[in-house]
């Protein structure tokens, strides 16, 4: 079976989240399921190269984009279709942002012509190679499913994935005309939001599934605390909603042979992790006071991810005489509210404002406890990273956080089932006793020891979840011969 996955990125090529990694892992998990999978992305600068070696298979003109090139391109395992349109996509900045900080002010039709290129794909622009399913994921492209609706494409499935809700190409209604949409939809059950366009609701009307990536989350979005205004929307398409639970790369994120630590080991010989401790504490300038763990955050500095709950509840962490080490960046008042934190703890907090992957692999490999104090999150990656590499996860009670970490109550420390910490509700206080939680359970060696060799043996790849798109993609290609 053929499936074309649309995405603005994908690891390891452009990533600035969570979403590259799954677009990066996914296809290559679907291979053992017999779904071959081509991945269509914008021709960023940083994709030039790939350009170059690639194979031209069509010149199609977009409404919205234009001329276009689509090139296909093979690399780190994948199969790429680049959609090559420099004046869309060849310029500094990430691919939301300028190197002022602020969203492209074309952003609407870059993303445009990005689901316009996976509509075309799908009707067969590329001559020898159609997919019988066309895949959108978040709100970049999900016009895709739209635009193939209103071509008459009826003949391939297609699925709208929610990564994260919170983003939902939202654009002025004056831009309808510039998209090539159909004025006659403009209205609430079609692709109109509060008087604006919005991408992402459009990929839920018109597309024959809808996922998102964790059961809980699914169920969260059909809230008017968690839908964002999109509730009602999915209420009313409960029945072709289901969330599939995210998973990791098992070659990247793999503790035995991981050249980012500076001692590798398995669940067998965890004692070795000590090697990467010692490094963190040095990269951080920290120590924790003896029997005490070490606390790290791998993340945004935003709200959204509960890091202002965090910096309320630090005097507790402190108190026990553990310590923290921080890795992200994100909303400037956090930022400085935890390079003050270091400022005022030496030795206890330390920080680096920033992003660096091998430093986030040392981290997991050295930390002995990863802080993911969410108010939302779909699913999260870096508690699954902290499974994987035996860092265990404190996490708020949402989403896929829920879904992956089995709390560390009486219940489940009894019968020999528990992989790290939950709270709720999601509050300075809840997490501070969460946090009390963590530091008497490493007090007892032979209890934190037992939870973190079964964290490391609780199956966070994509073979299951790999095994559930493979049966939503057959489904959908099954209705579609009948």
Request: charged share 20%; net charge neutral.
């Amino acid at each position: 079976m053929q499936v074309l996955f649309a995405a603005s990125e994908c690891a390891p090529f452009v990533k600035t989240g969570g979403l590259a990694d799954v677009i990066g892992a996914l296809p290559k998990a679907l291979a053992s399921q017999g779904i071959e999978v081509r991945v269509l992305l914008p021709a960023y600068a940083a994709l030039r190269p790939l350009l170059a070696a690639g194979r031209e298979l069509a010149r199609p003109v977009l409404r919205p984009g234009g001329g276009v090139r689509l090139v296909a391109a093979q690399a780190e395992g994948l199969a790429l279709i680049l959609l090559d349109a420099p004046a869309l996509f060849e310029r500094r900045g990430t691919p939301y942002l300028g190197s002022d900080g602020r969203d492209w002010p074309d952003n609407h039709l870059r993303f445009a012509a990005l689901a316009a290129a996976a509509a075309a794909l799908a009707q067969g622009a590329a001559g020898d190679w159609r997919p019988e399913i066309l895949h959108a994921h978040d709100w970049q492209a999900a016009l895709a499913p739209a635009y193939l609706h209103f071509a008459g494409g009826r003949d391939v499935g297609t699925v709208t994935t929610i990564h994260n809700i919170a983003f939902q190409g939202v654009f002025p209604a004056t831009r309808i005309a510039e998209l090539g949409l159909p004025r006659s939809e403009y209205r609430m059950q079609g692709y109109e939001y509060h008087g604006a366009v919005s991408f992402l609701k459009a990929g839920l009307v018109w597309s024959d599934r809808i996922t998102t990536v964790s059961p809980t989350y699914a169920r969260e979005l059909m809230t008017p605390e968690f839908g964002l205004g999109l509730e009602g929307v999915l209420s009313e398409r409960r029945g072709r909603l289901v969330g599939i639970l995210n998973g990791v790369d098992l070659e990247t994120w793999d503790p035995t042979h991981d050249p980012a630590l500076a001692r590798t080991y398995t669940a067998r010989n965890s004692a070795r992790r000590h090697a990467n401790r010692t490094a963190v504490e040095a990269r951080f300038g920290i120590a924790t006071e003896e029997g005490a763990p070490l606390f790290c955050v791998i993340s945004r500095l935003t709200r959204q991810k509960g890091l202002d709950l965090l910096l309320e509840a630090l005097p507790r962490l402190l108190d026990r005489g553990a310590a923290l080490a921080v890795l992200g960046s994100g909303d400037r008042d956090l930022e400085e509210g935890f390079e003050a934190a270091a400022a005022t703890h030496p030795g206890r907090v330390g920080v680096r404002i920033g992003y660096d992957e091998p430093l986030s692999h040392l981290l997991q490999g050295g930390a002995d406890c990863i802080l993911v104090p969410s108010r939302f999150e779909p699913c999260g990656l870096t508690q699954l990273y902290g499974l994987r590499y035996g860092c265990l996860p404190l996490v708020a009670r949402t989403g896929g956080l829920a879904d992956s970490v089995i709390d560390a109550n009486t219940a489940a420390l009894a019968s020999g089932v528990a992989t790290g910490f939950q709270f709720a509700p999601v509050t300075a206080q809840a997490l501070g006793d969460a946090i009390e939680r963590a530091c008497d359970a490493f007090s007892e060696t032979d209890v934190w020891h037992r939870m973190m060799r079964r964290a490391m043996r609780h199956p966070v790849g994509w073979e299951d979840s790999a095994a559930a798109y493979a049966r939503l993609y057959r489904e959908l290609a099954a209705a579609r011969t009948r």
